[in-house]
């Protein structure tokens, strides 16, 4: 499997915190579920919008796909506003239609598509902000699938939910990895879970990748 991510000796600092993130060096391959942990604080939100080019001013060199769906934390998100799952959903093709305001026939189709993969096709007039948290973001996903379907990237996207809820939300990026062969990269506090799921885990310490293995090498241990 090629790279489909590379980060080679990444640094990045805030004006307030110098050495957020020191010299980061990951790959991550293509078809695969990675999972980043670690404490709060540690870098993982950071280093996911260095990779995004979200923050500015890293040194190194990142490689990666053009386009990334992205699925930020839930704080991040405005949930309140008035729009329809279908107008959520259809906005994640913007960034493939710069020069027109008007959603082209193959985006219209496409997003079908996705709204019957993620069984939230029959609800698709509902209001957003009338869903409750694991419907919310089983929409989202579903907004950075029109994006592409090459590689999504979600920051804690089980925070908040309850435990069977978020269990479905690991089951479905499982099933797009294997499916449909989405690479998926995410950060996750709910380490055991991810240890279930994930084929490489990427543990970050005070902004220093620490670990990097399977999940069985890391319940051995993880970072010494």
């Known amino acids: 499997m090629k790279d489909i991510i590379q980060l080679k000796d ?26 980043i942990v670690g404490e709060n604080g540690s870098g993982k939100s950071t280093l996911l919008k260095c990779i995004l080019g979200l923050n500015k001013g890293y040194t190194g060199e990142i490689k990666k796909e053009k386009i990334i769906g992205y ?7 405005q949930t309140n506003f008035p729009a329809s799952i279908e107008e ?6 913007i960034s493939n239609n710069m020069r027109s305001i008007f959603y082209k026939k193959e985006d219209k ?12 096709y029959d609800i698709r007039k509902k209001c957003f902000a009338d869903l409750s948290g694991g419907q919310q973001q089983r929409v989202l996903i579903a907004r950075a699938l ?9 920051d804690e996207p089980t925070n ?15 099933k797009l990895k294997k499916e449909m062969k989405i690479t ?10 991810a240890l279930n799921y994930a084929d490489e885990v990427i543990e970050i310490i ?3 990748v620490k670990f990097i293995g399977k999940p069985s090498e890391f319940k051995k241990g993880g970072a010494k």
């Open 10 to 35: 990444v640094c990045f600092s805030y004006p307030t915190k110098k050495d957020t993130l020191k010299h980061i060096n990951i790959n991550v391959k293509q078809g695969t579920f990675t999972c």
């Open 71 to 77: 699925l930020p934390q839930k704080n991040e998100i």
């Open 88 to 93: 959520v959903i259809l906005s994640g093709t």
């Open 109 to 120: 189709e496409n997003a079908e598509a996705i709204m019957r993969e993620l069984e939230v």
């Open 146 to 154: 029109c994006a592409t379907k090459k590689i999504i990237i979600l």
């Open 160 to 174: 908040g939910l309850d435990p069977s809820i978020a269990k479905q939300i690991y089951e479905l990026l499982d």
């Open 184 to 193: 998926v990269l995410m950060v996750s506090h709910d380490i055991e879970r």
């Open 206 to 208: 005070n902004g220093e």
